[in-house]
């Protein structure tokens, strides 16, 4: 059963599209609207990916930034996680006006994370590519994935643990090490068809 309505997902995105245009075209943060739905006061934790709609998926990435853990009300973090997308992607410089017209938004709402129990070498088995995604904690590294990147990369549950473990900065095969801690963690996506476009709910499967 769904947590985020079709027409939440909907709001969100034109939220975080909102954010975007305002940071981007006049540097200022808007406010949460006053129309806000009550459930979405909640706490919960959420990512706002920027794509370059005219790129494969595999390079389509423009930005992403988010929060794992459900710290803020989730207005509130689909604001902050939308302008750090945009102008604080270390990866990336900051988004400039010309490109808004070309920018899908996207927009995931997370459960919070819980830990993958068991040995380590059976964890593999207790995730599965297309439902989770991953973060890995090691010592002061860490790394989250979100549960559509191994979908693009074409990735089963091995490599997707390792290819979070080299997000967290550690070596692949971290994931094989008893003090590495990994959990899972599942997402509601929703995705503008293009940009200021019809939105709809991503389905990974």
Request: net charge negative; charged share 30%.
């Amino acid at each position: 059963m769904y947590r985020i309505k079709d027409e939440w997902g909907e709001f969100l995105v034109r939220l975080a599209r909102k954010a975007v245009e305002e940071y981007v075209r006049h540097g200022r943060t808007i406010k949460p609207p006053e129309d806000t739905p009550p459930e979405l006061w909640e706490k919960m934790g959420v990512f706002v990916t920027l794509n370059n709609r005219h790129a494969p998926p595999q390079i389509a990435l423009r930005g992403c930034i988010g929060f794992p853990l459900p710290i803020y009300p989730l207005v509130e973090a689909t604001i902050k996680a939308a302008i750090y997308a945009a102008v604080d992607d270390p990866r990336f410089p900051p988004v400039r006006e010309s490109e808004l017209d070309n920018l899908i938004v996207e927009v995931s709402v997370l459960t919070p994370p819980e830990p993958v129990e068991g040995t380590p070498e059976g964890r593999p088995k207790r995730i599965k590519v297309g439902r989770d995604g991953l973060l890995i904690e090691k010592g002061i590294y860490s790394g989250l994935l979100l549960p559509q990147v191994p979908i693009e990369w074409g990735w089963d549950e091995e490599e997707f643990l390792a290819q979070t473990c080299w997000k967290a900065g550690l070596p692949p095969d971290c994931w094989l090490d008893k003090n590495t801690k990994v959990y899972r963690f599942t997402a509601e996506i929703f995705e503008e068809e293009k940009p200021w476009g019809p939105v709809r709910r991503k389905s990974l499967v």
